[in-house]
C-alpha cells in the first residue's frame, strides 16, 4: 500500500531547478532509502514533503490524500510525520528533558505550560530517552551536548512523537559505532511497530542493512531506485556517487 | 615521536563549567603527522581542539609546540602556525568564495602576501578557481568543506585541528576530501589532528591515534590494537 506518492515535483531556487520533475512512491511499513550526491535534491524533497518550502509545481499524497502545500508550514502533526534535520533543530536553551517534552504537548501555547505536567508525557521521556542512551543526561542543557548527541536527542523526539511517517535526514552522521548500532536497531524496531520510514543517508552500509529499497537522486532528479544491493553496485551510480577506493586513486 | 614532536598536551584539564569535559588529556603530534583523535560522541574529542585552539580554557596540565610551552589565545593561533577547521563546514555563507580566503589571511600583514598564498593555495584547491566570485553559501557541501579546508592554509600553518572533515558529505565527496588532506600533509608538510567518525576512512590518512572516553585518553597508539582493544570492550559490555 502506497504511503505517500510524490507526483512531478518541481522546486526552483533563482534560476535552478533543484528539484525537477521528481515522481516516486513510499510504501507503508517500509525503510526506503533516499541517497544522491551532496546538492541533489534530496533534503529539498523532504522540505518540500515536510512544508518547510512551498511547493512550485506537483502534487505530494500522504495516505491517498492531497497534500496542498503552496502556503507554508503545513500541519505535519495532522499528517502524523516527523522529521529530523541535517543539522540539528533542537532548544539549545532548554534540558535535554524538555526538549523532548516540548514536542509531546498538543500545539497550543497555554495548556503546554500544564501538559509537560501528565504523568503519561514523563514515562513517555524517560522511555525514549533510557532507549537513546541520554537519560544520564538529562538535565543537561541541549546546547552544551556534542554534535552526535545533538542529532540523538533530535531522534529521540522523533520517537517520543510516534507518527506513523518517520524521516531522518543523516541520522548516523557524526555518530560512532556503538551509537550508531543502537540508532539502527531502533530504526528496525520503529518498521516493526508498522512506520514507514524515510532515511537519507550517505552511510551506504547502513542504508544497505536497513533499506527494503532506495531512491536515488542526482541534479534534482530521480536516476534510480530499487533494491539498494543491486542498484549501488551499478557502474553509473558508482561513478557519481560512490567513487572509486580509497587505494585506487 | 618526542623527538620531532611538534604539539604536545601533557595532563591538559578543561571544564564547561562545573563539568569537567576533558580530564588530564596528554597527546603528541609530530611534525608532518596526522594523528586522529577517536571516540564516542560526547567523549571530548572536539573539545580538545578547541582547548588547543584556545576556545575553552584551560583549567591544569600545559600544552606546548615545539617543547616551548604556550597559553593558547584563539586569535592569535594563526601567528602560532595552528588552523582550526571546526565541524559542518563553518565558512561564511555571505561572502564568496575569494572573501573567505582572504579572511583566512587576515594574521598576515600585506595584502601582497595574503595575495600570493591565495594563488598558492588555489594551486592545491583548483576546483575553487571557477568558484571565487561565488557567495560561498551556495557551493554544495564537499565544495564548502575544500574551501573550509584551504582558507585553513592561507596562513601558511604546521598544524591544523580538523573537526569531522566528512560531516554530511557523500561518500565520493568523502574520499576527495581525505585524498586532499593526504596530498596536503605529504606536499607541504603539515601536521594533522583529525577527529572524525569515518574509521574506513581514516585508516587511509594515518595509523596512529588517541580514543577517548569521558574526556580521557583511554587508548593510545596503532589504530589497529585501538580497533582490537575497542571491540574487545564492547563486547566486554
Known sequence: MTMIKIHNLRKRFGRADVVNNFSAEIFKNTIVGFVGPNGSGKSTVINLLTGVETIDHGDIYISDILVKNKKKLINNYSFNISRTYQDPRIFDQMSVLENVLIVLNKRKVLSSFFETKKPFNSSKVEEVLRKVDLWGKRSALAGDLSYGQRKILEFARVLAMDTRICIFDEPFAGLFAEMKLIVSELILDLKASGKTVVLIEHDMDQIVKLADYVLVMNAGKLIAKGKPSKILSRNDILDIYIGKDLHEK | MKNNSLLNLDNVTANYG?????????????????????????????????????????????????????????????????????????????????????IGGFSIKSKELVDKRISEVLDIFPMLIKLMEIKAGLLSGGEQQMLALARSLIANPKIILLDEPTLGLSPKIAKEVFHKIKEINELNKVSFLIADHNLNLLSFLSRRGYYLESGKVTLCGNLDKIFEKHFLKMIMK
Not at chain 2, 69 to 96: H, R
Open chain 2, 18 to 102: 562545573s563539568f569537567k569535559a576533558l580530564d588530564r588529556v596528554s597527546l603528541t603530534v609530530g611534525e608532518g603527522e596526522i594523528a586522529l583523535l577517536l571516540g564516542p560522541n560526547g567523549s571530548g574529542k572536539s573539545t580538545v581542539l578547541k582547548t588547543i585552539f584556545g576556545l575553552l580554557p584551560i583549567v591544569s596540565g600545559k600544552i606546548s609546540l615545539h617543547g616551548l610551552p604556550f597559553k593558547p589565545v584563539s586569535f592569535e593561533m594563526p601567528m602560532n602556525s595552528f588552523a582550526l577547521v571546526l565541524q559542518g563546514q563553518k565558512i561564511f555563507p555571505g561572502l564568496s568564495t575569494h572573501e573567505n580566503l582572504e
